[in-house]
T-cell receptor, first 116, second 109 residues
Framework: ETGVTQTPRHLVMGMTNKKSLKCEQHLGHNAMYWYKQSAKKPLELMFVYSLEERVENNSVPSRFSPECPNSSHLFLHLHTLQPEDSALYLC???????????????FGPGTRLTVL | QQPVQSPQAVILREGEDAVINCSSSKALYSVHWYRQKHGEAPVFLMI?????EQKGHEKISASFNEKKQQSSLYLTASQLSYSGTYFC??????????FGTGTSLTVIP
């Protein structure tokens, strides 16, 4: 247990569905992240929130919509996804002094997403 | 943008040493190293900062050549528990963070 939890752990959805992934950190950190990990591809940083403000959005399609209501919770809202969006989605958190990632990130166990 | 790691895969016998390299095309502020075991989340190993500061586990060693924009992770006297995929993550001077291509390390008895 790293102090970062993610739900659900597995999700199967159709291309017309709307679903949300949830991440919660119990570490008192002030920065949270969403990553995508596809088979045979590196971890891709999708979104960064620092002090509940989005500070980075790496050209992610608009069908992925993040939400950070407070420093402990992070959501990833999904709608009209494509089969190529099937992947492991990892959430992480860290304690940062600025907007740069300078400290250890603690990762959650991930949500395995399959888009049919 | 994404750092390149080498080798892509390596197989070691217990007790052998290995070096994993990470190379970036951009000037770097810091390099992060993580290990991910199959079916698990990545786990932090260490961070090397421009200027020589390091944060991380004492048993893991690494180097950061700022001029060459490269970092190397040194695994000595490998144990079975070292098996996994090793990722470097780089923060460039534009404040962008990218994980590397990964190196699969397998330690066999």
């Amino acid at each position: 247990e790293t102090g970062v939890t993610q739900t659900p752990r597995h999700l199967v959805m159709g291309m017309t569905n709307k679903k949300s992934l949830k991440c919660e950190q119990h570490l008192g950190h002030n920065a949270m992240y969403w990553y995508k990990q596809s088979a045979k591809k590196p971890l891709e940083l999708m979104f960064v929130y620092s002090l509940e403000e989005r500070v980075e959005n790496n050209s992610v399609p608009s069908r992925f919509s993040p939400e950070c209501p407070n420093s402990s919770h992070l959501f990833l809202h999904l709608h009209t996804l494509q089969p190529e969006d099937s992947a492991l989605y990892l959430c992480a958190s860290s304690q940062e002094e600025g907007t740069s990632i300078a400290n250890e990130q603690f990762f959650g166990p991930g949500t395995r997403l399959t888009v049919l | 943008q994404q750092p390149v790691q080498s080798p892509q895969a390596v197989i070691l016998r217990e007790g052998e040493d290995a070096v994993i390299n990470c190379s970036s095309s951009k000037a770097l502020y810091s390099v992060h190293w993580y290990r991910q075991k199959h079916g698990e989340a990545p786990v932090f190993l260490m961070i090397l900062l421009k200027g020589g500061e390091q944060k991380g586990h004492e048993k893991i060693s690494a180097s950061f050549n700022e001029k060459k924009q490269q970092s190397s992770l040194y695994l000595t006297a490998s144990q079975l528990s070292y098996s996994g995929t090793y990722f470097c993550g780089t923060v460039n001077t534009g404040n962008q963070f990218y994980f590397g291509t990964g190196t699969s390390l397998t330690v066999i008895p």
